[in-house]
């Protein structure tokens, strides 16, 4: 069986990829120059080594607690969706945003065959620490963008955005990306934030300006994902945060 990051390079869209493919650091790069800028503080702090460095001991607890208000209900969750995403057998799966890995190496557990689980992230830092902390047989990176996935068309049977969404520049054309590439009958996974009385009188679309931080109002995930043609779709609030998952409809049969 070829490397996992041979075959992730196999799968690449050749018309969908930035550059030329590069393998740096232990990751495939295909994003072009003008494509890795920095958008807003939060987004330029995910650029920050330093952050990378510390992301999944001490930031990610804290930044995960601030949506259970202090509590743990929403780590809790996500550690049941990461469980009932890992699944078995030669399955596809891609975790985009994401960051050193944290979901990625989990989401790979259970696999088998030619099974896969590709990591896509915008930022080197977070690349190089998943490269080095969470990497396995079954696990491969690529430096590309959510707003432009460098692969075909129903590509996964599964695709994740866990925590990440609220920092990308264009949450809109990166949910879009994710059912694209999403197979007939695949899965969508999606935690992010969610718009509540306490975010409106902190004031949000201000923090947004400032932060590049969004908060999703109650029903803007699940109408895009429904525009997107997927079916299923569910959502679960935990204090001011939202899992969502959804599935792509099954295409017709031929002849029926």
Known sequence: MNSAIDRVEAMLDPNRVGRDPERVHGYIDVLAPEG??????SN???????LAAVYEKAWRPAFTRLFSLGGTGTLS????????????????????????GLYTKPLSRRLTGDGIAVGLDVSDPM?????????????????GSALDLPFGDGTFDTVACLAALYLIPAPRIAVREICRVTR?????ALFTSLETPLTSVLGSATAERVS?????????????????????????????????????????????
């Open 127 to 143: 690349l190089r620490r998943a490269v080095r902390d969470n990497s396995g047989d079954r696990v491969a990176y690529v430096r």
């Open 212 to 256: 590049g931080f969004r908060w999703f109002g109650r029903d803007e995930i699940t109408g895009w994902l429904r525009d997107e043609g997927m079916v299923d779709v569910k959502q679960t609030v935990s204090g001011q945060g939202q899992f969502v998952t959804a599935r792509r409809a099954q295409a017709p049969q031929a002849g029926g």
């Open 77 to 100: 969750l996500q550690d049941v969706l990461i469980e009932d995403l890992a699944t078995r057998g030669d399955q596809r799966i891609l975790d985009v945003a994401c960051g050193p």
């Open 184 to 188: 007939s009958g695949g899965r969508v």
């Open 36 to 41: 890795a800028r920095p958008t807003g503080l």
């Open 44 to 50: 330029a702090m995910m650029h920050v080594p330093a």
